[in-house]
């Protein structure tokens, strides 16, 4: 366990041995790894679960906006799971800031990934297959915001590789597009919700939705999530009278 038993994540992946599971603590993580293109986190080709016990609000991957956040890679066989994370100011002077995987297929699910950039593509996330092999991995329950890249994919680029994305809120991500898409590669939506973002190279599943603001009356309700977005008379984010002012006119305390 982190901290606990090991003082950094890196420290116990490298002691860990395949189909381990790491239980990481509260606290930001910040790596220490230097060279040609460094990460907080490297799997090194290793297939662990690696999940926070508090959630992604109190567990951070900080890269400093000197580091890449995550580099899972091509792992051996077997599960790979990252679990409760906020992946944050990762940073690559190549491709992916954020988080890159490779033929692992890969299970992301309650993450967030933010303020993330890569000097060429991918700023919050990589998915990378080879010629001969698709890579695949699955998205679920994530936030990924405010990412960017300098040639495209500012969330998301994908080269040879089919991504499934379930469940995600996806906004304000910069750069050559929210998806860029290579040699056939796709990502498929369900459930989530994209906001002043395209779409790019995506499948509709369902349960969709796409706006081109994220918040029309400013009142911190996503509008795919607002009864009524543009109602300036609303007086609790979320609720309003679709129009008419919410006043108590009777008196009754509702």
């Not at 603001?213 to 009524?228: E, P, Q, R, V």
């Not at 109602?231 to 002012?245: F, I, Q, Y």
């Amino acid at each position: 366990d982190v901290p606990s038993e090991y003082a950094t994540i890196q420290d116990a992946v490298d002691a860990a041995d395949a189909g381990d599971t790491i239980l990481v603590g509260p606290g930001t993580y910040t790596g220490v790894s230097v060279g040609e293109d460094p990460s907080v986190i490297d799997f090194n080709g290793k297939p662990l679960i690696l999940q926070s016990t508090d959630g992604p609000e109190v567990t951070i991957i900080d890269g400093e906006n000197t580091r890449r956040g995550v580099r899972i890679g091509d792992a051996t066989p077997g599960l790979v799971v990252l679990d409760g994370f906020t992946i944050q100011n990762g940073y690559s002077a190549s491709y992916a800031g954020g988080l890159t995987t490779g033929l692992s297929d890969p299970t992301i699910r309650n993450c967030v990934i933010r303020w993330n950039h890569a000097d060429w593509w991918g700023g919050g996330v990589v998915c990378h297959g080879s010629n001969e092999v698709v890579a695949t991995g699955t998205f679920t329950d994530c936030e990924v915001y405010e990412n960017s890249a300098g040639m495209g994919g500012g969330a998301f680029y994908l080269w040879r590789a089919e991504v499934a994305i379930d469940g995600n809120t996806i906004y304000r991500n910069s750069t050559g597009g929210t998806f860029s898409c290579w040699n056939g590669a796709v990502a498929r939506l369900s459930n989530s919700i994209i906001c002043e973002d395209g779409t790019g190279c995506t499948e509709d599943l369902g349960g969709n939705c796409v706006t081109a603001t994220c918040d029309s009356d400013a009142d911190g309700t996503l509008d795919c999530l607002d009864n009524c977005p543009s109602d300036s008379d609303k007086t609790e984010p979320g609720d309003c009278g679709c129009g008419v002012a919410d006043t108590d006119t009777d008196g009754d305390g509702t």
